[in-house]
């Protein structure tokens, strides 16, 4: 039996527990383990001073990216930091386990130094989403990281706890998802995480890896190969599990990318939740594909189970651009998903997206089409705040040219058309004629960000008039930023050194 430590550096969620931990903690245990897990994200996210007020929202993620900013936040928040060191070296774990993405490599790389200068006895690895397609471990390996997991940890983590090794490029995928225990949460002071009012006490669960369709644009779709669900009886479980364990639970999140990859397992699921509810009430939102084969008895079937909201992707309005996108529905399908979802008592959230390469003025009118032909369907419009990201490791990365892209240096929301005529102000502008649109209609229109709309605007305008050399209207744009933000410190600067006439 070992003891090991499982940490999650920042940047990560702050509505619920890592699910990568509770899972891995959970398999640990399962395997005998005694397992201690310090989600230093939420802590320090408590424990943020001011000027660090909006660095969780999930549109600032790109500062995580940058060494010297996080290693100034760890800095100047030294003690939320050595506390959750002197804890960790306390339990004096055999090995310490890093999850790691794209926004915490820097923090985790910090972390990783500290623990080695604090816990030279322990053994030291890190795995997560940067390792589920090929990154550079080079950075982890410099600050004293032993071994980099790569895919998923569940087998392979439980092998290096026991001593073993498991081979640099990472053990196969799981095809028994049914296998895994359930989640953890109990290693997590639930306390510190902070939903948003409408999602009430809630839990997250992940219940399938992968995707049944191959968007061009998409990114998450990369990280797990085919599609691999639970069965319906098994997801029941565990809803019923965490319900029993936590009697106040008012609410389910389903995070898969897509919760009927499988009918049948969707049935199984809805039929056991409607016989025997885990709870009184529990309601639960997942995010779905249109599938024309999903009538409105199943539709009906997912209310009585609970299910109060789901989430579609229908990104276009027009069938020319569902093709480029390689959109594997009819335009048609989705009026009568939308119709069917909404006609059973689902509130239906929809995400669109702006400016695909190749998207004509004609498409995107196409779109405020399908939002007025079902305006009445619709209880949110959800307008991509990127408007459309070149995403790493999706097709469209990888295919510029097929797409006539040129790219950006700074960042994959500024790419722009080959004739010039689709760039990201074009694309923001679309997004706002759309969000007028929608509101005119009675539509909900999400946010999607964490600051607000209006803050966000100027700040990533700015960000791409200066990656375009731009000075003088970068400087415009941050100035705009900076009256709904005058206490960005940091703006400020980067406002002083355009040096603007
Ligand atoms: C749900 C989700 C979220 C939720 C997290 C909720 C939660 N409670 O966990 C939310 C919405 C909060 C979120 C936020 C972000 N996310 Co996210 N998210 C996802 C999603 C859809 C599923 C993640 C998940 O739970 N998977 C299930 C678990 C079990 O899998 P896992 O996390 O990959 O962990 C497995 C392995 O990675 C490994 N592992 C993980 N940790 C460790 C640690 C050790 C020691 C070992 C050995 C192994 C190991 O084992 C695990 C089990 O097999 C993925 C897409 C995808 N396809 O995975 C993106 C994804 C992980 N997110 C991503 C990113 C970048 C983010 C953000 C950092 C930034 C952003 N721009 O979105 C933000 C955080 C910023 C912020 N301020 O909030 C990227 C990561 C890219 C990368 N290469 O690292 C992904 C892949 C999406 C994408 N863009 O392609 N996300
Ligand atoms: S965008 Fe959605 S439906 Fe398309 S591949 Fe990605 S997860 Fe699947």
Same mark, same amino acid.
């Given at each position: 039996?070992?003891?090991?430590?499982?940490?999650?550096?920042?940047?990560?969620?702050?509505?619920?527990?890592?699910?990568?931990?509770?899972?891995?903690?959970?398999?640990?245990?399962?395997?005998?383990?005694?397992?201690?897990?310090?989600?230093?994200?939420?802590?320090?996210?408590?424990?943020?001073?001011?000027?660090?007020?909006?660095?969780?929202?999930?549109?600032?993620?790109?500062?995580?990216?940058?060494?010297?900013?996080?290693?100034?936040?760890?800095?100047?928040?030294?003690?939320?930091?050595?506390?959750?060191?002197?804890?960790?070296?306390?339990?004096?774990?055999?090995?310490?386990?890093?999850?790691?993405?794209?926004?915490?490599?820097?923090?985790?790389?910090?972390?990783?130094?500290?623990?080695?200068?604090?816990?030279?006895?322990?053994?030291?690895?890190?795995?997560?989403?940067?390792?589920?397609?090929?990154?550079?471990?080079?950075?982890?390996?410099?600050?004293?990281?032993?071994?980099?997991?790569?895919?998923?940890?569940?087998?392979?983590?439980?092998?290096?706890?026991?001593?073993?090794?498991?081979?640099?490029?990472?053990?196969?995928?799981?095809?028994?998802?049914?296998?895994?225990?359930?989640?953890?949460?109990?290693?997590?002071?639930?306390?510190?995480?902070?939903?948003?009012?409408?999602?009430?006490?809630?839990?997250?669960?992940?219940? %399938?890896?992968?995707?049944?369709?191959?968007?061009?644009?998409?990114?998450?779709?990369?990280?797990?190969?085919?599609?691999?669900?639970?069965?319906?009886?098994?997801?029941?479980?565990?809803?019923?599990?965490?319900?029993?364990?936590?009697?106040?639970?008012?609410?389910?999140?389903?995070?898969?990318?897509?919760?009927?990859?499988?009918?049948?397992?969707?049935? /199984?699921?809805?039929?056991?939740?409607?016989?025997?509810?885990?709870?009184?009430?529990?309601?639960?939102?997942?995010?779905?594909?249109?599938?024309?084969?999903?009538?409105?008895?199943?539709?009906?079937?997912?209310?009585?189970?609970?299910?109060?909201?789901?989430?579609?992707?229908?990104?276009?309005?027009?069938?020319?651009?569902?093709?480029?996108?390689?959109?594997?529905?009819?335009?048609?399908?989705?009026?009568?998903?939308?119709?069917?979802?909404?006609?059973?008592?689902?509130?239906?959230?929809?995400?669109?997206?702006?400016?695909?390469?190749?998207?004509?003025?004609?498409?995107?009118?196409?779109?405020?089409?399908?939002?007025?032909?079902?305006?009445?369907?619709?209880?949110?419009?959800?307008? %991509?705040? %990127?408007?459309?990201?070149? /995403?790493?490791?999706?097709?469209?990365?990888?295919?510029?040219?097929?797409?006539?892209?040129?790219?950006?240096?700074?960042?994959?929301?500024?790419?722009?058309?080959?004739?010039?005529?689709?760039?990201?102000?074009?694309?923001?502008?679309?997004?706002?004629?759309?969000?007028?649109?929608?509101?005119?209609?009675?539509?909900?229109?999400?946010?999607?960000?964490?600051?607000?709309? /209006?803050?966000?605007?100027?700040?990533?305008?700015?960000?791409?008039?200066?990656?375009?050399?731009?000075?003088?209207?970068?400087?415009?744009?941050?100035?705009?930023?900076?009256?709904?933000?005058?206490?960005?410190?940091?703006?400020?600067?980067?406002?002083?050194?355009?040096?603007? %006439?």
């Amino acid at each position: 039996m070992s003891r090991v430590a499982l940490v999650q550096p920042p940047v990560w969620g702050i509505y619920d527990p890592p699910t990568a931990l509770a899972q891995l903690s959970s398999c640990l245990k399962a395997a005998g383990h005694e397992v201690l897990v310090c989600d230093l994200n939420i802590e320090l996210y408590r424990r943020r001073l001011p000027a660090y007020r909006d660095a969780w929202a999930i549109e600032r993620s790109s500062f995580w990216t940058r060494l010297d900013d996080v290693r100034a936040l760890l800095e100047s928040h030294r003690d939320a930091v050595e506390e959750a060191l002197s804890r960790l070296a306390a339990f004096r774990p055999d090995l310490v386990g890093l999850s790691v993405n794209t926004c915490s490599w820097p923090a985790a790389r910090e972390l990783a130094r500290r623990l080695k200068e604090r816990l030279p006895q322990a053994r030291l690895a890190a795995g997560g989403p940067l390792f589920c397609v090929p990154s550079d471990p080079a950075p982890l390996r410099d600050a004293g990281v032993d071994f980099v997991v790569r895919g998923e940890g569940e087998k392979a983590f439980v092998e290096l706890a026991g001593g073993r090794t498991v081979p640099e490029a990472g053990l196969p995928p799981l095809m028994d998802l049914d296998a895994l225990p359930f989640l953890d949460l109990e290693a997590f002071p639930l306390d510190l995480y902070d939903p948003p009012g409408h999602m009430g006490r809630h839990i997250s669960l992940m219940t %399938s890896r992968g995707c049944v369709q191959q968007c061009v644009f998409c990114g998450p779709r990369a990280y797990w190969d085919g599609f691999r669900t639970m069965s319906g009886r098994r997801i029941y479980d565990e809803v019923r599990h965490h319900a029993a364990h936590r009697p106040d639970l008012e609410a389910i999140e389903f995070l898969d990318l897509l919760f009927n990859g499988r009918l049948e397992t969707l049935r /199984e699921f809805c039929g056991l939740m409607a016989e025997a509810p885990p709870a009184p009430g529990l309601r639960w939102h997942a995010n779905l594909v249109v599938r024309p084969d999903m009538d409105e008895a199943l539709y009906r079937a997912m209310r009585a189970a609970g299910c109060r909201h789901v989430t579609f992707g229908i990104e276009s309005g027009s069938q020319r651009v569902l093709g480029l996108m390689r959109k594997r529905y009819r335009i048609a399908d989705a009026d009568a998903a939308l119709a069917r979802a909404h006609g059973a008592g689902i509130a239906v959230t929809c995400n669109f997206m702006f400016g695909f390469p190749g998207e004509t003025e004609a498409d995107f009118q196409q779109t405020l089409a399908f939002l007025e032909r079902n305006a009445r369907r619709l209880d949110t419009a959800y307008p %991509s705040r %990127s408007y459309c990201t070149i /995403e790493p490791h999706s097709y469209l990365a990888g295919h510029l040219d097929e797409f006539g892209v040129i790219p950006s240096p700074a960042h994959g929301q500024y790419w722009r058309s080959r004739d010039g005529s689709n760039t990201y102000p074009e694309r923001l502008r679309r997004c706002e004629e759309f969000s007028r649109r929608a509101r005119e209609l009675g539509i909900h229109v999400g946010e999607g960000l964490q600051t607000s709309v /209006e803050k966000d605007k100027w700040l990533s305008l700015g960000d791409y008039h200066e990656s375009c050399g731009e000075r003088e209207e970068a400087a415009r744009c941050l100035r705009r930023y900076l009256e709904c933000a005058p206490e960005d410190e940091a703006v400020r600067g980067r406002l002083a050194a355009l040096n603007p %006439s």
